[in-house]
């Protein structure tokens, strides 16, 4: 197998009290990649959308996530990438991580699955530095492992899949601009112990929730105390999505990454319709322009899509 | 059944990451009460053991925890309860909890069950009250529940229980004070977000590990950045036991509740054994006095012992 393609999804981090250590992956939307193998070392990026993303290996995510992938390989070989991203930069919802996450599994499909999982998390860091200075993996680790992670430790970087019921997700990205360097510099330092403590109960009251398949709980716990209140003033709407929501019948939710991206969780497709319907209603209302998903925790990740193979009819 | 007796064990609170929501029961020590039904409204208590505890009901911990119980009662009843104390005061493992439990789930056997779990929770709390002037149910959760429980919040009060996989506890109570109101001054108000992130991400490793019967998870998760390195230094020893206890196969632990008893889990109740010894042989160096308990976790909680029922044979 000389080439490959795969779809790369959106993913949500910082799931509400899980700031910095849960995420989890998205069914839509998600980029197409498609990786060839060449015997010329080094990465060739093809950009084939309109987001006029870097095509020097070292300044592109995906570009650099592959040098990074390459560094552990010994044979003289390299990679061609063309990247059609469907996840638009800045969106909070993982778009640099969907292309670091795509191209290092493509790689290692391409390398008959020479890596690890928690290796390829590892070269797929180097291209959310490129991104955002920071080699996190938030957003990495449920793209490339799918489902609900959590990152325990980054340092050593221990990486936990967490079981989880059925979850519809839907999330709408208005169409402003938050940087990431300002939604982190507006956090606090330090926070009082006793927000800590109803933090940290809620993190363990959310994986338990999950793991016993329990919606209430899981609703329950999706409280944040200490990121949301801050960070949720840097997006407008913010505060009416989250109420009209859960009226609507959502278990809860909260902002996606860093986001402008707002994500909320149902037990039900048709709940989750309606809560779409109602964020739709309140960006229409404040007339800033939008797009929402509606899909489950795709439970995959990267998906490498099944090569079509020549057919050779004798004659 | 107008008397019932009740087996109450200690509990260990603050499990290492999870402080302020994390507890679980032990198997050894427990309290043994036995519980009277009488129709004088009220309390009598009578103790039968050497820690001079006050007798007068609202200033005894499972006086007041049973006339709170008695506040939800319409009939016109009262309870004497003989109390014998195993679990010292002042231990660290639910001293008070198991008085003020034990109590509670006596009455609710005299009653019929009438009341819940989470009810008996907060009629014991009432207990801790006059202990400690806090209403926290820490201990008593996991006493009543049995198991591993997780306060996921306090207001409203939350409690799940946390399914967890066989293990072994090893205790040592060192017979030196340390004051709750001590442990809790000497705690910073404020606390950096990245010790925070830190902390979280382990309370949720060690759910997760607990409910994955995931030892080596559980093990990696008992970290604790926040509490312990503040609070140790009250409890002579308490570096040297956690280093030799893990090098003793220990898969980790941490102080008891304010301490001064340090606790350690272990997979194998030889391992647990092993622990023990070198438990003792710390504080023989140091010349402390000290308990050591070996058990494993209680599923079961308070225990309402069987009772005797008088055959009357047909003459």
Redesign the interface.
């Known amino acids: 197998m000389n080439s490959v393609t795969v779809l790369a999804p959106a993913t949500v981090a910082n799931v509400v009290?899980?700031?910095?250590?849960?995420g989890f992956a998205l069914g839509a939307p998600y980029d197409t990649m498609t990786l060839r193998l060449t015997s010329q070392p080094g990465v060739v990026i093809i950009n084939k959308d309109d987001y006029n993303l870097p095509t020097e290996p070292r300044r592109n995510v995906a570009g650099a996530a592959l040098l990074a992938l390459l560094r552990a390989v010994s044979e003289p070989i390299g990679f061609e990438v063309e990247i059609a991203k469907a996840i638009k930069p800045g969106s909070g919802i993982g778009s640099s991580a969907a292309s670091a996450a795509g191209a290092v599994v493509g790689a290692n499909a391409l390398l008959d699955n020479r890596f690890t999982q928690a290796e390829l998390v590892e070269f797929a860091t180097y291209g959310e530095e490129v991104a955002s200075g920071v080699r996190h993996a938030d957003n990495i680790a449920p793209c490339i492992y799918g489902g609900v992670t959590?990152?325990?430790?980054t340092e050593p970087l221990?990486i936990?899949p967490?079981p989880a019921p059925p979850l519809y997700v839907t999330v709408v990205h208005p169409q402003i601009e938050v940087k990431t360097s300002d939604a982190r510099e507006i956090?606090?330092?330090?926070?009082?112990?006793k927000d800590?403590?109803?933090?940290?109960?809620?993190?363990?009251?959310?994986?338990?929730g999950l793991?016993?398949g329990d919606y209430a709980?899981i609703g329950?716990?999706l409280e944040d105390v200490?990121i949301e209140p801050v960070r949720s003033i840097l997006i407008p709407g913010f505060a009416e999505v989250k109420r009209a929501s859960q009226e609507a019948g959502a278990l809860g939710g909260g902002i996606s990454g860093s986001g402008p991206s707002i994500f909320m969780l149902s037990q039900h497709e048709t709940t989750a319709r309606q809560v779409e319907a109602v964020m739709q209603s309140v960006y229409h209302g404040l007339g800033i322009d939008f797009h929402t998903y509606v899909s489950t925790i795709n439970l995959e990740g990267v998906r490498v899509m099944p090569v079509e193979t020549e057919i050779n009819i004798p004659t």
């Open positions: 009290c899980g700031f910095d250590v849960l959590l990152i325990r430790s221990d936990i967490i956090l606090k330092k330090q926070v009082p112990l800590a403590i109803r933090q940290w109960g809620n993190v363990g009251g959310l994986i338990a793991m016993k709980l329950r716990s200490i």
